[in-house]
């Protein structure tokens, strides 16, 4: 469909800072209630509703989400979509995870028939998570990630993702060389990079399953094109980090071994980064890097707890990510209630506007894209979430006792799910509704 013209109206949130470096009251501005006017499919302004009516154009369609509150849509990270049928297996870590259950559920998506059931599943789901942006790996098949890419184009989403290169320390069916794994992202990268609102990563999926020679591809390739990324994981895992130290003997360390390659650039998004050393914080910080906290997933593995408030005083830009299939949920929701849980057990802790932040505006810093979308800012891309106070008996319930807007969002990070998601909406057009 066309890019939309209407104007919203309910309880409108939204970020303007990072209230991790500034005072939290000062980093959002809500409007209740308020209205969020949108033209073409990007936002032409946002106020509160008795000045805003005054101001909109004669005629205009507006559509009432009374008592709910608006936010800009989702952003999710990292996660991966051939992975949505693994969701929920049983006790493993890392690397045992990855030989019992990814890797031969990965390399079903040789049948294009297959890759393309799941990816519609994988966007329906999203959508119905109130997730608009999301950084996306694949498969090592050139056609997992054309689908992929199809799909998003379809519904004009604004996505990342890129061909998964691995030569080594897989099975045979999962290793490409080093020399195919260039070609195809090459031609990825001419066919897909900047079309619609899609942008390539370049993707080895970590250094484990990467020699050097790959590495040294993958550098070639981010010099390509502008605006290209990197996105790999890093540090998630003991194990995987000593095995790493085994594999590159001459690295300092484990971001070392990307460092090498010239993998560390202001568009590298590292998930979960969670076994650190000092220098490696200073490194993610100098070059202005971007970590993915993976909260749901990190439990549910057993690969240990993020530390956000670190992450944050080296001033790392940090997004959210569900890591599907680690991950447990789609939900941006539920992993804004584990990552409470993570802190808490750290002694830190995660108000209700920083969850929220790190789950909007926060997130699109991380992956590079605030400048089109995270925040109501007149010309940003108009994609945005509407979110049910009434979702269950038990929000119902607790949410007749709040009074402030960050009481409101605390009860949704911790009692909420995809029901609590109203609508979706995808440059102003409503691409998901609860019925």
Not at 205 to 223: G, I
Not at 282 to 298: D, R
Not at 341 to 353: A, D, F, H, Y
């Amino acid at each position: 469909m066309p890019h939309q013209t209407l104007a919203v109206q309910g309880t409108i949130v939204h970020f303007v800072a990072d209230p991790f470096q500034l005072p939290e009251t000062s980093c959002v501005e809500v409007f209740d209630p308020g209205i969020l006017f949108i033209e073409n499919g990007y936002v032409n302004s946002a106020g509160p509703a008795e000045k805003m009516k005054k101001l909109l154009p004669e005629g205009i369609k507006i559509i009432d989400y009374q008592d709910k509150i608006i936010l800009p849509g989702f952003v999710d990270t990292h996660l991966h979509y051939p992975q949505t049928d693994i969701i929920g297996s049983f006790g493993k870590q890392l690397l045992d995870w990855l030989e019992t259950y990814t890797f031969p559920k990965e390399g079903q998506f040789s049948d294009t028939e297959y890759a393309t059931e799941v990816v519609n599943f994988f966007f329906n789901e999203i959508l119905k998570n109130g997730t608009t942006t999301a950084q996306v790996m694949p498969t090592i098949h050139k056609q997992s990630a054309e689908i992929f890419f199809q799909k998003a184009l379809q519904l004009n989403m604004r996505m990342i993702s890129g061909k998964v290169m691995m030569d080594r320390n897989a099975p045979d069916f999962l290793q490409d060389t080093p020399e195919q794994a260039y070609e195809d992202s090459l031609d990825l990268i001419k066919n897909w990079h900047e079309r619609g609102r899609i942008s390539y990563a370049v993707t080895p999926r970590f250094a484990v399953t990467s020699t050097e020679e790959q590495l040294e591809k993958a550098s070639d390739l981010l010099n390509k094109a502008d605006g290209l990324y990197l996105h790999t994981h890093l540090a998630e895992n003991a194990a995987e980090v000593q095995f790493v130290a085994e594999l590159f003997p001459w690295s300092k360390n484990y971001l070392d071994v990307y460092d090498k390659y010239n993998l560390i650039t202001d568009h590298s998004v590292f998930a979960h980064s969670i076994h650190l050393p000092e220098e490696s914080y200073l490194s993610l910080s100098e070059n202005s890097a971007a970590v993915s906290f993976c909260p749901t997933s990190n439990l549910f593995i057993g690969s240990g707890l993020f530390n956000l408030e670190k992450a944050k005083s080296h001033k790392i830009k940090t997004g959210l990510g569900t890591d599907i299939g680690g991950g447990t949920s789609f939900s941006m929701l539920r992993t804004l209630g584990e990552a409470y849980k993570i802190l808490q057990l750290q002694g830190q802790t995660l108000s209700p506007l920083k969850a929220f932040y790190l789950a909007t505006l926060g997130g699109a810093e991380a992956l590079s894209l605030d400048e089109d979308i995270g925040s109501f800012h007149p010309g940003k891309e108009a994609d945005f979430v509407v979110l049910n106070l009434d979702a269950t008996s038990l929000i119902q319930r607790r949410m007749a006792s709040s009074e402030t807007i960050e009481q409101k969002l605390f009860l949704l990070m911790t009692l909420g799910d995809d029901r609590s998601i109203e609508a979706t909406h995808i440059m102003g057009e409503r691409r998901y509704f609860r019925s």
